[in-house]
């Protein structure tokens, strides 16, 4: 009875090391923690609107006569008859528009209303982008995305749209989001290799023309910063088509590198790098610091987009050749792709292995030596036969590629005692 048993705790043993689950990643961020960094970066821009100064005549005339001067004359119209009904009743539009960005930042950090407030975000984000900005300002000459094209209100939107769940995630945050995979990396592909077209205006690869930009944005800057501005603006001063030409390479590869499964992660790494770098050198932090900015710029918003696409799971095969997929929860765990059972997280995985080797050690079949198996009567018990023994070695054989852990100490083990058994 001893070998019938051992032979069935040896069964179960190599058919459960053939079809546990390996957890070969882990989710950082869920669509909810990136959903509600839109949410805060929402209330951002809406305290932003709230400083005096965007309760003057001096910033309407500003925003809005930028956008009517750089923007297609049907356009222009509407904007003009914007900028003529909100010049009567300035305090009161200002506090509806700050009051609208807060309304949208806290509907998005509370999860019971956030699909309408991802709704009301890309309405407003698309009106603000195209009546109240000009489509970004993309118009105006030496505009580039160092300086903050597309504009990042419309950025907003995109973000939205990627992270409004629509399907069970992937690979990605927004393979279940709205866009779906391809068209989300289409997007930032666009996005990156669209603005580097930028840069081949006059205004943007003039020698002096990255120093003068540069320059412009000291104007109110904290000492610091205004200071790192005119030191920087002296350093590269007669190198601007040199770094428009760098600039223009970068975003490029960063754009296209996206599509292809191989080079996403590099894509994407170095998206956040030169997002952050624009941020600190081109953009001033978006000029939150000078009472006149209205929001942190397009750079938080490249780095928040490109979390969203950031691969955050692994395929590769099991021990018994089925490809495994870790489709996590938003606790985190994993599941074999063709297995519908219960998510079970790694520290599950490892505990009922833990478990189930301890019960076999502890069994009485595990204690008998290989002159205690050659001894005992079998009673009537049949024999196994050298097929049988084969195909246990071969089920063993497949779990080699667990040669660590818990796993691979019970695959060694368990090719061990099957070689008792043989003649």
Known sequence: MRVASGQSSRSRLGGELASSPEVVGAR????????????????LDGALQFQPYMFSRAFFDNVLGMAEMFVPQPMAVVTHDLAVLVSSHLVAFNAVFATTQVAIGVGLIWSRTAPAARLASIVWALGVWSVGEGFGNLFMPGMNLLAGAPGAVILYAVVALVIWPRRADGEAVADGGLLGPRAAHVAWAVLWVGTS???????????????AQITELAHGEPAIIADMDRHLAHLVLGHGTELALAMMMAQVLIGSWVLRAATRRLALGAGIAVAVIYWVIGQNFGGILTGHGTDPNTAPLLVLLAL??????????TSSGTPVWTSFSGQGGARNASSDGPIRSASEVA?????DEQAHLASPAAGHDERDEAETDTGGIEEPTQASRGCRRRSFERSQPLEHGVGGREARKGRDRLDHLDP
Not at 28 to 43: D, F, S
């Open 197 to 211: 077209l930028l840069e081949l205006e006059v205004a943007t690869y003039a020698p002096d023309a990255l120093s």
């Open 351 to 355: 505990v009922t292995q833990h478990r």
């Open 28 to 43: 950082l961020l869920t669509r909810r923690h990136l959903e509600v960094a839109l949410g805060l970066l929402w209330l």
């Open 308 to 317: 969203t696409l950031w691969p955050r799971a692994s395929t590769r095969p």
